[in-house]
């Protein structure tokens, strides 16, 4: 995720919101991603097995969009998870934050 921190500016109180974030793959080999998931707020916001795996080749970039709903005004700040067949993902996930504001 490039930057590790995402500035996602500004989200609607109880909308959906498509947020976009960069997915970096800055390995050598495709990397495959099979879910993105918040620890905050206990949901997945892109699940592989029922939309298919994102895909990123060697070196290359992806901007991938998710629809985030937040439920409260204010400061959203949230810990998101990416699992991938990445080497240095041993199964818990690439830690990321998106913060944004909530009006």
Do not use: C, H, W
Not at 32 to 37: A, R
Not at 56 to 83: C, E, H, N, W, Y
Request: charged letters at 20%; aromatic letters at 6%.
């Amino acid at each position: 995720m490039v930057p590790r921190k995402t500035e996602i500016g500004n989200l609607v109180l109880n909308k959906e919101n498509s947020v976009s974030m960069v997915l970096k793959n800055t390995g050598d080999a495709q990397l495959t991603v099979t879910k993105i998931s918040s620890q905050k707020f206990n949901a997945v916001y892109f699940d592989g097995e029922k939309k298919g795996p994102i895909t990123i080749g060697a070196g290359q970039s992806q901007t991938i969009k998710v629809a985030i709903v937040p439920s409260k005004a204010g400061r959203f700040l949230d810990s998101i998870l990416i699992f991938s067949d990445a080497r240095n993902d041993i199964g818990n996930g690439y830690k990321g934050i998106l913060a944004g504001e909530v009006k």
